[in-house]
């Protein structure tokens, strides 16, 4: 009997948005280091430069975009999506084409983002294995596929009645029905997504940023609700041994300022990639972290403040404020800032990659979320692990500067901080040989090297 032949070659396609993008070049640098040889399917806008630190040995292909990125604004990002997964088959179709003829059958399987679900028809039709990365936790990809069950035009109508709000989803505590539907209007849309995203039928395996220490529950619930194989390999910044968060440039200067802070009192600040914040806000912020008499390290990305490129839109007596207490960075190393001794708490918008990197470096957490993904992300970092808390309603100066206080100096957090600590240890025993993550990572090897 002839051997078959393994093939080695796994192709990624990422979603937009650098969340999505960060995580998938992580699990391709996990993947290549078993041994597999990687392609990165990316848009004109989505770019990652091929001499990047993260995989200089991946193979990129661009193609070109079937909608232009000036229309995600128009759309908005539920339209946007759907739109592009419509318009992507045919050019992605003709991609799988031009690969195969080139570089001959060596494709063992796709792994794509499941908000690129239009990959599911296109590797059926070329009779490729495809495998579905879903970026967030488990516990979000749940709630979807629950949603997706609803009778949308129902739901919308009941949930005007807080009652129906409020109402904890079935063996999904502490999630209430409201929760993942923060800030993803239009709903209706939102709906529709949940529908497309979660139908897997083509797909012969799911993988999961997340580790089982974390959300046990959710992922029982994962293998019940799509009967596939599910493999929770995170958290995937240890598994491909990432030291680099960003893709773009980081300030390392803001390492050496923090190696003059004293141990566990630095507060990091930072809100993700996409959030915008209002100058006033920034204004109080700014306020509050001075007040707190704590040292703190602020990210402000650029443009990240409406109508201004910084803090020029503070007084000068506050900028020589900020300046004497803090510092601020457009962008920072963040999994080195998080493991830095000198780091007691992390200011977030809780996206995902941001929730895993904190929590592997057992730093407690002031959730400040801005939309349903990181508004449960929030949920289990306040009431299931139990290492932070939620600030909700305007960020006014004494709120944040009783924040700050809470997690750094007040013996609240001190508790907070151990459990960070005993939730960092488990983790890090998961993708350690013999753990939960290191073993769903063999499994999902084998699974690859099988198809």
């Not at 992605?92 to 059958?105: A, E, R």
């Not at 488990?426 to 990572?441: H, W």
Request: hydrophobic share 40%; glycine share 8%.
């Amino acid at each position: 009997m002839v051997k078959k032949e393994a093939k080695g070659r796994i192709v990624l396609v990422p979603a937009l948005g650098q969340g999505h993008v960060i995580a998938f070049m992580q699990l391709g640098k996990a993947l290549n280091l078993k041994g597999f040889s990687i392609t990165v399917v990316q848009g004109e806008f989505n770019q990652v430069s091929s001499s990047s630190q993260h995989c200089p040995d991946f193979q990129f292909v661009t193609i070109p975009e079937s909608l232009p990125e000036s229309e995600f604004e128009r759309l908005g990002p539920m339209e946007f999506i759907l739109k592009l997964n419509k318009t992507s088959e045919a050019r992605f179709k003709d991609f799988l084409g031009q690969l195969l003829m080139q570089q001959g059958n060596d494709i063992a399987c796709i792994i794509y983002d499941d908000l690129m679900y239009f990959c599911g028809a296109a590797a059926r039709e070329f009779e490729i294995p495809s495998v579905i990365f879903g970026t967030i936790s488990a516990t979000n990809q749940v709630s979807h596929c629950v949603l997706s069950k609803l009778n949308a035009e129902k739901f919308l109508v009941d949930m005007e009645d807080p009652n129906v709000q409020d109402k904890v989803v079935e063996n999904l505590h502490p999630l209430r029905y409201k929760d993942p539907t923060l800030g993803m209007e239009p709903l209706e849309r939102f709906f529709q997504l949940c529908i497309e995203k979660t139908n897997i039928s083509t797909a012969s395996g799911l993988i999961v940023n997340t580790a089982t220490c974390l959300e046990s529950s959710s992922l029982t619930r994962m293998h019940q609700e799509f009967g596939v194989p599910v493999y929770p390999l995170g958290p995937l910044h240890i598994t491909s041994s990432a030291t680099s968060s960003l893709l773009e440039e980081e300030d390392m200067s803001c390492i050496e300022w923090l190696n003059k802070q004293k141990p566990r009192s630095v507060i990091y600040v930072s809100v993700g990639t996409v959030a915008l914040m209002e100058s006033k806000e920034v204004l109080e912020m700014a306020w509050g972290l001075c007040n707190s008499n704590q040292p703190f390290l602020w990210v402000i990305r650029p443009s990240s403040i409406r109508g201004s490129e910084g803090i020029e839109s503070l007084s000068e007596e506050l900028s020589k404020m900020v300046l004497e207490r803090g510092y601020i960075v457009k962008r920072a190393p963040q999994i080195e800032v998080l493991g830095h001794p000198a780091v007691g708490g992390f200011w977030s918008h809780c996206g995902w990659n941001s929730t895993l990197e904190s929590i592997v470096g057992g730093v407690p957490m002031i959730c400040r979320p801005f939309q349903g993904e990181q508004k449960l992300n929030a949920i289990y970092v306040e009431s299931v692990w139990k290492i932070g808390f939620q600030v909700e309603g305007d960020v006014e100066r004494v709120v944040v500067e009783r924040a700050v206080k809470r997690l750094i100096v007040d013996e609240e957090g001190a508790g907070m901080r151990e459990r960070a600590l005993a939730l960092q240890e488990e983790i890090k025993a998961s993708v350690r040989s013999g753990g939960s993550s290191y073993n769903a990572l063999d499994e999902l090897v084998k699974h690859l090297k099988a198809l």
